[in-house]
C-alpha cells in the first residue's frame, strides 16, 4: 500500500466569494483537480489520456461532503486522495482538504464515480488498469 | 404550506465539460443559483441584501448529492427547493433538480446552511424573518 | 433593422470576487451567454444546435474591451449584442453590458468570432443562415 | 532588467468547453493566476496581502487579447507576464500564453491595471513598493 497521495492547490482571487471565502462549488472543483493529478501520478495516465485513449471517463454519480473550516483567498490547500472502495464499475474516493499552514482538516468530500464509456454512456467494468492501481491506493 | 419554490436555469457553453455533459461541480452552482432566487421570491429579501442588512452568510456545511442522469449542454434545468429541516442555527434545503423537457430527476443535494455572522464568522441564531420564511416553505 | 438584441443575467454570489464586484473574466462569460441568447432569438436556432447540427462554432479570436465602472453583487446587467462588421468567415460582435438599475455603461467588449468547423478546426465561410440573422443585426 | 516572469498552468477538465478547448473567458483567469504570482515572486508580496495590508487591488480596466490557437484539455500552458507601461496609477501588463509541449503562442493579453483602493474605490498613486518592482519588469 501506498502513501496518500497528495497534491496542492493555491486558492486564487477568483475562487473566493465576496465573503473573501472559497466558494463551495469550487472546492469540488478541487476535488476533481486533485483526481486529475491522481491518475497522472499513481496510475500513469493523465486523466485527458484515459479520455482520449479507453473512451472511459468517471463521472460523478454521489458526493457526501462536510465542510468545516472555510478556505479563505490566500491560503494554499493541500487536497489528500484515496481509495475507500472498488466496485465493479464504480470507485468511491475520498478528498481531505487541509490548509497547508496548519495542516488543519478545512473540508472532506467522499466521492463516487462510475467508470463510464463515453461514447455509448454506459457504465462499464472498470479496465484492469485501473483497478489494479486504484486497488494500491486503497485506504 | 406554499407549493415548492422553483426556478430554470439554462446549461450554458461554458457550464459543460468536453464530455458535453455539466461540470459536476457547477450543479452545486446552480443549487447555490436557486437558494439566492429563494431568499428573494420567498422570503422578500435578495441574498446580497440578506449579507448587506443583516451581516448574515449561509455557508453550506455538509452536502449530500446523487447525481442520477446527467444534464448536457442545451438542456434546461428547473431547480425546486424545499427546506426540510430548520434548526436553531441551521436549515436543511434540499434541491431537486430537473431537466425541463421531460421532466425527469437529473440529481438532488442536501445542503444544511448554517447561519453566520459574517463579521465574527461564528454560526448565530436564525433571525426571526428567516425562520417564517423557512417555516413556511418546509417541505 | 431590428432592435438591437438584449437579454438580462443577474450577478450571482459566485461571480463575485472578494471585493464584492464581478470578477472580470466573468463578464465575458456574461458575453458569450448573450451571445448564445442571440443566436437562439434572432438566428432562430440555440448555439447547441448550431454545433451538434451544422458542425459550426464561433471561437473569439480576438477581444477588446473597456471596463467603466464594476457591477457588484446584487447588480443585475443587461447585455446589447450588436453585429459590427461581417466577413467571409468571421462577424464582429459588440457587447454592451449596462447596469439594470440605472442604465449605465459598465462595460463594452468588442469581439471577432470566426465560423469554425468543429471536426477539421479550419475556419470556414459563413453559412447563409447566419449570414442573413448577422446582417438583419448589423449596427 | 529582470527576466520575464513565467509560471505554468495545467489546463483543467473543467476549464474545457464541449469542444474539448479552454473556454475563452478561461484564459483571464489564467492571465489573473499569472498576476497573482508575479506579485508573490517579482514583488515579495502575495496578491492577497496587497488588498489586505495596502487596502489596494489592480483591476482591469482594458483589455486587448488576440487567440491564435487554441489550448486544449491535457495541454499545459506558460503564461510570461511583463510590463509594458507604467502610469501614474495604473500599470498595463502583457500576457503572453504558450502551449509548453511545443512552445507555440496560443494567446495574447494586453491589459490596463488601475491601482484601486478598496475602502473608496477610487484611483490612487501607485505605491512606491509596486512602481520599483514594476519598472524591473518593464519589458
Redesign the interface.
Known sequence: MLMPFKTRIRV???D??????V????L??YC??AM?EFFAERCGI????V??DDRI?F??????????I?LA??DEAEVEVTVARIGGSSATFVYNIRRVEDGVLCARSTSVHVSMN?DT?CAVPLPPRYLECLAENHS
Open positions: 486564487r482571487f477568483g473566493a466569494d465576496p465573503a473573501g471565502l466558494y463551495y462549488p469550487v469540488f472543483h476533481h483537480i486529475e493523465p486523466y485527458h489520456r479520455m482520449a471517463g463521472p460523478t454519480v454521489n458526493v457526501q461532503a462536510e465542510f468545516f472555510p483567498y490566500g463515453l454512456r
